[in-house]
């Protein structure tokens, strides 16, 4: 199933995150695509905050740090950041195959395209494309 939506502010692209959380439920490695600056991170504040995991001024870009993780009641919600890793031995020592055994787990991964196992095991995906200054537009895709 696809859908599109549009934001027209860092704010709305919170909101809609909120909005996806519901969505994404059933979700356990959810990639996220888009440019540097498209506003993954942002939508991640909203995700988080829909899961009851963190409070979006909390969220941060884990660019340096790989991995922030958030624990919700039902969820926990691991943000990744692949950006800076280049080969696949890198990705193993990250641990990400045990965070995907855990059916509370939801891993939302920035940069995962880079590596084709990741890609082969994403029940959803998220891309975030910049059309103006503060308008995204966003496109949900997940796997039946």
Do not use: C
């Amino acid at each position: 199933m696809t859908r599109d939506f549009t934001s027209h502010s860092a704010e709305e692209t919170v909101e809609l995150g909120r909005q996806l959380a519901a969505q994404l439920r059933n979700a356990r490695v959810v990639l996220l695509r888009g440019d540097l600056g498209a506003g993954k991170t942002t939508l991640v504040k909203g995700i988080a905050e829909g899961f009851g995991a963190a409070e979006a001024d909390d969220v941060t870009s884990p660019t340096f740090t790989l991995i922030h993780e958030y624990h919700g009641p039902d969820k926990d919600v691991f943000h990744i950041d692949l950006y800076r890793l280049e080969k696949p031995g890198e990705l193993d020592s990250l641990g990400l195959e045990d965070l995907m055994l855990e059916e509370r787990n939801v891993l939302l991964i920035e940069w995962g395209e880079k590596f084709p196992r990741i890609v082969q095991q994403k029940d959803a995906e998220i891309v975030i494309r910049r059309v103006e200054h503060d308008e995204r537009t966003v496109r949900l895709t997940t796997v039946a």
